[in-house]
């Protein structure tokens, strides 16, 4: 969930390590710090609580420079948000490292090396990495074997980048459960954990592999396996663009990207479609023979993925094929029933969750028919261990809070239930015709944006919600009650509406919001019936329906009318007016809308 940037340049360093940091904010963090090797050959380091820009007041303060450097941006997992926990973490003024992840047995390690001498001076299970360094390094190691050596006793995740003062040509970088990359440049090259970090510098980049150690010196970089043989990887050139990372005349990343969904709708459609079939070959090579073998699903995900795979069990299962979706910090650890010809399919934005990472690493070991990744960073790891893909063509989204990304997942699942109904013989050229027009549907969508912000101006002064829905818009009722509080902290939670008699309608008075979903579909009248007992007992309604349904006007009830939106284009359409509702109350509270508090983007840590 931090960031990493390092590198080793002819240049000064510091300006680059602190433009990847900014760079980084979006993956969420309390802490920066920086490290670099002074032209005298003195470790000069630098930490301060909260944000990036408040290093970079105190680098003004107090300025560092030097060619070779490592830098962090730190989200607490073992010890508190502090200056002294914060990274890089040093080791006898002579050796700084930085690290993401956690290392499962630093309570050990942290024994051994107090026995041995070493004072602590952080709670992070980090400092026991740079200690066992340094430890290495006195025995008369290079860097590059003390590295070698001291992973061998780690256990857990980590990606990390060293630097010690006494080897002032080289910087040393090892992967092992958390992602990390190096930057390839003209006589300097870097480490990130995320190529966004580098695009000023650099498109050209080599992505770490299990294990893996890279050695860099300004004049090339070398990689080592686990087993401490050289390897090659391949290098590979980014197609994103330095300049995605800004919001242009949007207030917040988060209204950036609720906007520019028109767009990645249509790049996701973009290619697939031909005629009256969506291509098989979009999501490999190999899915013409593996797509038409499947008999079931499973979906592994996490958070607002989870979410889209709720709602293509609906579709998928519409089919009358079986289709389980499962959390993937819970499916890592029950044992599971495989059926047969079953189909693998894990979603992520990042590619980099470490527990949808993990169910697929398992998945892998399990009789499944294939495995299938839906994500928008093709260079992450899910999308390279998986045997087939889907990218959503999202771009860079840069708000915690997922919105793009969501969409697209969603109308990637609907490719997905539409290839898998040709083969079934039971396509329907209906439903192509209408995805073509989803990115003009989702433009009206937009036009409403000034009548959402009235309801969120009934909304700011309230403690908590309940989110509204059924059949398939029950998972977008969820993921409407998960952006209310992950970004204005107001206490939400969804339901499907016919559960409300066996508990939540105990809840419900005049201070308690009902935010509902009422689609054209054959659930309506049910719904109805739903939201009068919501009345009944003197709740406030906030109603989002279809144009062609027709909303009695009544006391205590606010109905918005959307677009008349297609029974399987629904969830995808409904999901926007309950991204603005969030975004629009955030906004009226004052809160971080972009990074909201105790959250990061990309959760790569259990």
């Known amino acids: ?34 490290a670099v090797l002074s032209p005298s050959g003195t470790l000069r380091r630098l930490r301060t609580l909260g944000k990036v820009q408040q290093l970079a007041d105190a680098l003004e303060k107090e300025p560092i420079s030097g060619k070779l450097g490592i830098a962090h941006t730190r989200w607490a997992t073992h010890g508190k948000p502090a200056e002294h926990n914060a990274h890089p973490q040093i080791c006898a003024d002579r050796c700084a490292l930085v690290h993401n992840g956690i290392i499962e047995n630093h309570e050990r390690l942290r024994e051994q090396q107090r026995a041995a001498g070493h004072r602590f001076t952080s709670n992070t299970d980090t400092e026991v990495i740079v200690h066992g360094i340094y430890d ?16 061998q006793q780690l256990q857990g995740a980590y990606a990390f980048g060293v630097i010690d003062a006494q080897h002032p ?14 930057g390839l440049g003209f006589g300097e090259h870097f480490i990130a954990s995320d190529v966004f970090a580098l695009l000023p510098v650099t498109q050209r980049f080599l992505f770490l592999e299990e294990g893996d150690i890279a050695l860099l010196h300004r004049d090339g970089v070398r990689l080592y396996d686990a087993q401490g043989h050289p390897v090659q990887r391949p290098i590979r050139e980014s197609q994103q663009l330095a300049t995605a990372a800004e919001r242009g005349p949007y207030r917040h990343f988060m209204q950036k ?39 079931a699903i499973k979906i592994v995900a996490c958070g607002t993925s989870y979410h889209a795979g709720l709602v293509a069990r609906y579709w998928i299962e519409s089919l009358g094929m079986p289709c389980d979706v499962e959390i993937a910090s819970e499916y890592r650890y029950r044992p599971v029933v495989v059926p047969d010809q079953c189909l693998f399919l894990s979603l992520s934005q990042s590619g980099e969750t470490a527990d949808t990472l993990a ?12 495995t299938l990744s839906i994500c928008n960073v093709p260079e992450s790891s899910l999308v390279r261990e998986s045997d087939l893909v889907l990218l959503t063509h999202a771009g860079p989204e840069i708000g915690v809070a997922s919105t793009k990304a969501f969409t697209t997942q969603l109308v990637a699942l609907r490719l997905l239930t539409q290839v898998l109904a040709q ?8 439903t192509l015709d209408r995805l073509r027009t989803l990115p003009r549907k989702l433009e009206a969508l937009l036009a409403l944006d000034g009548a959402i912000a009235a309801f969120a101006e009934a909304l700011v002064e309230k403690e908590h919600a309940l989110f509204l829905g059924r059949g398939e818009f029950y998972p977008i009722a969820l993921e409407g009650a998960l952006k209310l509080k992950e970004i204005s902290y107001i206490h939400a939670e969804a339901y499907p509406a016919g559960e409300l008699k066996h508990g939540p309608l105990a809840l419900i008075d005049e201070s308690m919001p009902v935010i509902a979903v009422a689609p054209d579909n054959a659930l309506l009248d049910k719904l109805r019936a739903n939201l009068e007992e919501v009345r009944a007992r003197g709740g406030e309604l906030f109603l989002f329906a279809d144009d062609a349904v027709e909303i009695p006007r009544q006391p205590s009830l606010r109905v918005l009318q959307l677009p008349h939106a297609a029974p399987e284009l629904g969830p995808i359409l409904f999901t926007l007016p309950l991204q603005l509702l969030a975004y629009h109350v955030a906004v009226l509270k004052g809160t971080d809308v972009d990074q909201p508090r105790n959250l990061a983007k990309s959760v790569t840590v259990e």
């Open 1 to 34: 969930m931090c960031g990493i940037v390092g590198g080793i340049a002819q240049r000064d360093i510091t300006p680059i390590l602190l433009e990847g940091l900014r760079r980084l904010e979006y993956r969420g963090y309390d802490s920066a710090g920086i």
């Open 169 to 182: 040509d080289c910087l040393v970088a090892a992967r092992q459960g958390s992602p990390l990359v190096i």
């Open 359 to 370: 169910a697929l690493r398992r998945a892998k070991q399990l009789p499944y028919l294939a």
């Open 136 to 151: 290495q390094l006195c025995r008369g190691k290079h860097l590059l074997e003390a590295v070698q050596t001291t992973v």
């Open 257 to 295: 990207e609720i906007f520019e969904q028109p767009r990645a709708v249509s790049d996701v459609l973009e290619g697939r479609l031909s005629g009256n079939r969506v291509l098989p070959e979009a999501f490999g090579k190999d899915a013409p023979a593996v797509l038409p073998a499947v008999r």
């Open 423 to 430: 083969y079934r013989g039971d396509a329907s050229q209906g």
